[in-house]
């Protein structure tokens, strides 16, 4: 059980990683309720003495969901100069969320009591250029397996369409059309015909009913305004044929499914999205065994030239950033019996939309030319360049492929040899 004081950093860190991420509204609510929390509201208590681990549990997201909530429905215009991008200076957004929480206490409280549930059909385009790599490499056929699936959004990657740096995949009358930023040479243009998609949850969501939209809408930041017409679409698309989602244990499940026998011809996926760091650590060592038993392959995890550099101001970023490269070389270890490699990337300077975000935000709180700061930051890499995203997923399709074969246990960087980071 950790501490009061541990409980309120947890927002600040939840804020710094959303700063990051090109999320300042978010951000900005995540510090103004930690200055706005006391023991005299029921969320204030209930934050102060949370029993579990708050980063771990997402504490600060299960409140900001309360938050934007009430603030989609119209009942806390209090709130409403922070989620317009009006209002930054951190003690007015405490007020609000103070006047806020005066009038909706119980309700706010009640948003502790589960997990938010992020469910995005864009982080189906990373899987779908996953598959055509593996397509290009095992043939067109798929049965793609999901843990964690929540309410089922991304089960419906065989329904949408994609736009992938210009390669195409997906119906083309389907009505979400998924087209992620893209810089540099996009993935193999290759046929993907997916079999069947099946998914499970310890607590799947039903999107269709009206609550669980507005709490899957609710957990989206409000920073990324694409979300919400992109998730409200695919919600309409499970309503017209509902998906294959299972109620049940994610350990419990993999073990009987990878145990069925597997059709000739046909690739087996097993795949999440941002589910793995929930599940008990026991769950986690059978479906890892479960992957061992069903036989060779590759896991590519993606850490950060940060852990080299290091970044002030984020050191929660950092430090599991630097987990994940233990666990990658330890797990290389212990996969390396059953042909299991297991490697980490390194991004460096990304070219990136997020990237520019922050460059223009520390060049307005400095007052000086984004181009200036740009450079002062590219002075401390060795190549003096940015790296684009499809670097990034051409070192990741190496690694998975047999040119690699006996390539495990390694931390690679690809950043231009990064230096310093401050």
């Known amino acids: 059980m950790a501490d009061a004081d541990t409980n309120l950093q947890a927002f600040e860190a939840q804020a710094q990683y959303c700063d990051a991420n090109d999320a300042p509204i978010t951000a900005r609510l995540c510090r103004g309720i930690a200055a706005a929390i006391d023991a005299g509201t029921e969320t204030g208590r209930r934050i102060l003495a949370w029993p579990g681990a708050p980063i771990a549990d997402a504490l600060p997201l299960r409140t900001v969901g309360g938050f934007h909530a009430l603030w989609r429905d119209g009942r806390a215009r209090d709130l409403d100069a922070l989620f317009q991008g009006r209002e930054a200076d951190r003690e007015r957004i405490a007020g609000a969320v103070r006047a806020t929480l ?24 990373g899987l779908m250029a996953g598959l055509l790599v593996l397509a290009r490499r095992f043939g067109p056929r798929f049965e793609l397996l999901e843990i964690g699936s929540s309410a089922g959004l991304n089960l419906l990657i065989d329904r949408y369409r994609f736009d992938l740096g210009g390669v195409m995949a997906g119906p083309a009358a389907s009505p979400v059309l998924i087209r992620p ?37 609710a957990y989206i930041w409000a920073d990324h305004a694409i979300r919400f017409p992109r998730v409200a679409a695919a919600i309409d698309m499970i309503r017209e044929k509902p998906v294959m989602l299972d109620h049940g244990d994610a350990a419990d499940w993999v073990e009987a499914r990878l145990a069925e026998p597997q059709q000739a011809g046909v690739t087996r996926v097993l ?15 059978r479906i890892e065994a479960a992957m061992r038993a069903a036989g060779e392959g590759a896991i590519i995890n993606i850490s950060t030239a940060s852990t080299v550099t290091g970044l002030p101001g984020r050191s929660a970023y950092v430090a599991s950033k630097w987990a994940l490269e233990g666990l990658t070389r330890n797990v290389a270890r212990e996969f390396g019996p059953a042909g299991i490699r297991v490697n980490a990337i390194r991004p460096g300077f ?3 939309e997020r990237m520019r975000g922050l460059m223009a935000r520390a060049a307005e709180r400095l007052q000086r030319p984004v181009a200036e700061i740009e450079a002062e930051a590219l002075g401390y890499i060795s190549m003096r360049t940015k790296i684009q995203p499809s670097e990034i997923g051409e070192m990741a399709w190496f690694l998975a492929s047999d040119a690699a074969r006996h390539i495990t246990a390694q931390i690679i960087g690809v950043d231009g040899n990064a230096e310093w980071e401050g």
């Open 102 to 125: 005066e009038a909706h206490d119980a309700e706010i409280a009640t948003w502790l009591g589960g997990p938010p549930q992020t469910n995005e059909p864009g982080r189906s385009a």
């Open 181 to 217: 930023e893209w810089r540099g040479p996009p993935p193999p243009a290759a046929t993907v015909e997916i079999e069947s998609v099946r998914g499970v949850d310890i607590q799947p969501i039903d999107p269709t009913s009206a609550e669980a939209e507005r709490r899957l809408l």
């Open 271 to 285: 795949m999440h999205s941002i589910v793995w760091q929930y599940i008990p650590a026991a769950g986690q060592a």
């Open 350 to 352: 990304m070219d990136t």
